[in-house]
């Protein structure tokens, strides 16, 4: 398909209700903070300004080159955006990007976009924007330390990305770990480079064009302090625990049943419901033919009331509609 | 080559298209909830909900061979699920040798792997039913009602509006860079420059890209500023709810409660 070149957006059914609900809610924490200091940062120019961008970011996840056999290198945009605009409008934009795709054209699913914005929107750009400032720091303000920065900054947010997608997915009992983290983890090493690469040719351009963009991204930056320290602690949490957990299968699920989640995460809210719900019904069989009555008996109702709209619409207007 | 065919949305006259948006948005989440939520292997479960959201499409007039062929771009993904089969433990079914390891398939691990893929595919049907049948202003206004933030629905709408624009001008971009480099796809023919020289070169079409976007948000707001706009996104009240798409919400809801018990019934 045309716009759904980076496979990292998990669609419906792959993740566990727990875990998705879990990312959803620690996704709108940061989206609804950083829409707070966005505005602080932005001022009123902020809604077209990250419309706009967000907009070119999804067209920009169009432009790809061709690397071999058939693969090519493309753009997610984390860390462009996070290098142009600062790291909390950056969040809003990705947010943006991320949700478009899941809506419209059903790239990652409704349920599992909590997921997909804490991947992309949350993790990339905080990994991002602590790599980056990290490097132009080590690189004392040098042109190039744009350059490298940039790159790696975009390798590491791909990558980071990817770990995470993968730790949801083995959280979820989909994949296991140590098959969906390997897996994962070398193709998005692989794809991260592409990101790189784009990313360094993007900044090559536009610090030979405009380079006041660069610099104006840089001022709004200040005071990401947190972001800095929150994108550090998601890099060493995911190296740490992403080798981890794949070396020893087991360790994930070990500690996710240390905590309690993992019960919580895979066979979910069952216990809610007794085995039998049908009040003075005991036997399972039982229960079974009620259910399998029920089903048939609702089923032929929807399909019944399909046939009886359709009916009454053709009766409205006779002819093939267009 | 324009790309107002990237619109999901596909104008008919139908029942499900009139139906309000902030119905449709909330029984298609309620939809895949429900599918998240039925169990594993709960096979009755799973006809159940495909019956429902084959009728909707039915009804929808969207064609269920449309809806079923955009649904099966989202199947490849199914490929991550796939050693699932392998590592459940349960009754074995097949066992291949691989080397000095042995690959051993189960029941359980199967019957995980085609839920997971049923629930996938339930879902994405559902979504792809939401995404046709309702224009994206609409769309806006249920995201709104559900209490989506302001500002985020309003950069969601600016983000609309303007990527068709900007896909167009990524089109631009890239039938410029095939009429000076020639047609990587094409057989035959050498590719110029290493695989980091043709990074850098997309890279450079990204920033330019980027550079046109900021340049067009200058204006927009310049133009938004001329219009009277003072950084506060304002939009229409909405409209009432009319007591039919009440109807269709709560019956919908209800339909939903049921499919899930049924679900927790037939499991295992």
């Known amino acids: 398909m045309l716009l759904s070149p980076v496979r990292m957006h998990i669609p419906d059914g792959f993740l566990s209700t727990a875990v998705a609900l879990l990312f959803w809610a620690a996704s709108v924490v940061v989206v609804g903070y950083a829409l707070k200091r966005a505005g602080r940062d932005l001022g009123e120019r902020q809604v077209p300004i990250m419309g706009v961008l967000a907009a070119a970011i999804f067209a920009g996840q169009m432009l790809n080159f061709s690397v071999t056999g058939g693969t ?6 984390a860390a462009i955006a996070t290098i142009l605009l600062g790291p909390w409008p950056a969040v809003i934009v990705m947010t943006s990007v991320v949700s478009i795709q899941a809506l419209i054209f059903q790239d990652g699913g409704l349920l599992a976009l909590g997921a997909n914005l804490f991947n992309m929107a949350v993790i990339g750009v905080a990994v991002s924007y602590f790599v980056y400032r990290s490097l132009r720091k080590v690189t004392g303000g040098k042109p190039w330390g744009v350059f490298i920065g940039g790159f790696v900054a975009a390798w590491s947010s791909i990558f980071m990305a990817s770990m995470s997608c993968a730790i949801q997915l083995a959280l979820s009992g989909t994949s296991p770990a140590n098959v969906a983290i390997p897996a994962m983890g070398g193709i998005h090493a692989l794809i991260g480079l592409g990101e790189g690469l784009i990313t360094f040719g993007a900044l090559a351009f536009l610090y030979a064009t405009r ?3 660069l610099t104006s991204g840089e001022a709004a930056a200040k005071g990401g302090a947190a972001v800095w320290v929150g994108g550090l602690a998601i890099a060493v949490l995911l190296a740490v625990a992403s080798p981890l957990a794949s070396a020893h299968p087991d360790g994930l699920e070990w500690v996710a049943e240390q905590r309690g989640f993992l019960e919580a995460a895979r066979g979910p809210l069952y216990h809610v419901i007794p085995d039998y719900f049908f009040p003075g019904i005991s036997s399972t069989a039982l229960a079974t033919i009620v259910a399998g009555i029920l089903g048939v008996a609702l089923v032929f109702s929807v399909t019944l009331g399909v046939a009886y709209l359709r009916r009454r619409e053709e009766a409205r207007q006779p002819g093939p509609n267009e | 080559m324009h790309v107002h065919l990237l619109d999901s949305y596909r104008p008919r006259i139908s029942p499900v298209h009139r139906l309000d948006p902030r119905v449709k948005l909330v029984l298609t989440l309620a939809f895949i909830l429900t599918a998240a939520l039925t ?5 009755p479960g799973y006809v159940l909900l495909l019956s429902i959201i084959l009728s909707v499409e039915i009804l929808s007039r969207l064609g269920v061979g449309y809806v079923l062929k955009r649904a099966a771009l989202a199947l490849p993904f199914a490929l991550a699920a796939l050693p699932v089969v392998f590592t459940t433990d349960g009754t074995t079914l097949l066992s291949l040798p691989l080397g000095p390891w042995s690959l051993t398939a189960t029941m359980e691990g199967l019957a995980r792997f085609f839920s997971v893929a049923l629930k996938s595919w339930l879902s994405v049907q559902a979504a792809i039913v939401l995404a046709s049948s309702t224009p994206f202003p609409d769309l806006l206004q249920a995201m709104r009602a559900v209490r989506i933030p302001r500002l985020l629905v309003a950069m969601f709408g600016l983000m609309w509006r303007y990527l068709f624009v900007l896909v167009d001008e990524a089109l631009r971009l890239m039938r410029a860079r095939a009429a000076r480099s ?18 850098r070169v997309t890279g450079g079409m990204a920033g330019n890209l980027f550079l046109r976007a900021f340049e067009r948000s200058d204006r927009i707001y310049m133009a938004m500023v001329s219009r009277g706009y003072d950084g506060e996104p304002r939009s229409l009240p909405l409209a009432a709810m009319t007591s039919g798409g009440r109807l269709t919400l709560g019956g919908g809801l209800a339909l939903m409660v049921m499919l899930l018990l049924l679900g927790f019934l037939f499991r295992g």
């Open chain 1, 72 to 77: 090519s290198g493309h753009l997610l945009g």
């Open chain 1, 211 to 213: 380079r006041d963009l």
């Open chain 2, 39 to 43: 169990p594993v292997a709960a096979w």
């Open chain 2, 182 to 199: 020639g047609d990587l796809g094409r057989p035959g023919l050498r590719r110029g420059g290493s695989v980091a020289w043709r990074g």
